[in-house]
């Protein structure tokens, strides 16, 4: 799909899309906060709370992802416009504060396939997820459609992601009742996940941030 789209677009829209993917990527990561493999890796209770953990966990990423959503939508837009000293990243951000709330509803399902050694649906989740990315991207810049392409590439694979992952995963795993005792447990452990996540994601990206801001 690169390949194709590298041959009908200009390099400079691939750079565009990735200073916007730096930062809803950390913020992927914050709202993620690790609860997901927290979730898998968490012991069978036999009283059911489980499903205490899964609905405690759903209630905490989609505030914390509408609450990003907007962040980045009002000030942060215009903080990655101003610090890579590029207009037009101030709309593609706000465009992109649509993945953040799109990614926070797929923590749960995928938590919920892992844990339950659900590999073969991820893997169709996840070949769907691109097949469908790929074709509205490329559909579109064979259009003309410039930096759009690659905006639609993200938003249709996570959307065709979050429904598919949803659909493989059911919603059954939302009938237990919100617990803030065990959202504390699945935080205290997420935020060891969280930490290092978050060192590899800045030894992964800093120079690209740094190349991006001086260029």
């Not at 690169?2 to 200073?19: D, S, T, V």
């Not at 207009?87 to 339950?116: C, D, E, K, W």
């Not at 989740?125 to 097949?131: A, E, L, Q, T």
């Not at 919100?178 to 990206?205: A, Q």
Request: hydrophobic share 55%.
């Amino acid at each position: 799909t690169r390949l194709i789209l590298a041959n009908l677009l200009a390099p400079e829209y691939f750079g565009l899309i990735a200073m916007v993917l730096v930062v809803t990527g950390l913020t992927s990561l914050l709202v993620d906060f690790g609860i997901g493999i927290g979730l898998v890796q968490v012991e069978c209770e036999k009283d059911g709370s489980i499903n205490d953990r899964f609905r405690s966990a759903f209630a905490f990423t989609c505030v914390s992802g509408f609450i990003a959503s907007v962040l980045i939508f009002f000030p942060m837009s215009y903080a990655i416009s101003w610090f890579y000293d590029e207009g037009a990243l101030v709309n593609m951000s706000r465009i992109f504060s649509l993945n953040v709330m799109l990614n926070s509803l797929t923590i749960i399902p995928t938590a919920n396939l892992t844990r339950n050694l659900k590999f073969r649906e991820l893997a169709i989740v996840d070949i769907f997820s691109v097949f469908m990315g790929s074709i509205v991207a490329i559909s579109v810049a064979y259009l003309k459609g410039g930096v759009w392409s690659l905006i639609a590439l993200q938003l249709v694979s996570v959307s065709a992601k979050t429904a598919s992952l949803w659909f493989y995963s059911g919603f059954a795993i939302l009938k237990g009742v919100f617990s803030f005792r065990l959202m504390v447990e699945l935080l205290r452990f997420g935020i060891k996940v969280l930490g290092t996540r978050l060192l590899f994601f800045i030894r992964t990206n800093f120079d690209s941030v740094l190349i991006g801001s001086i260029l």
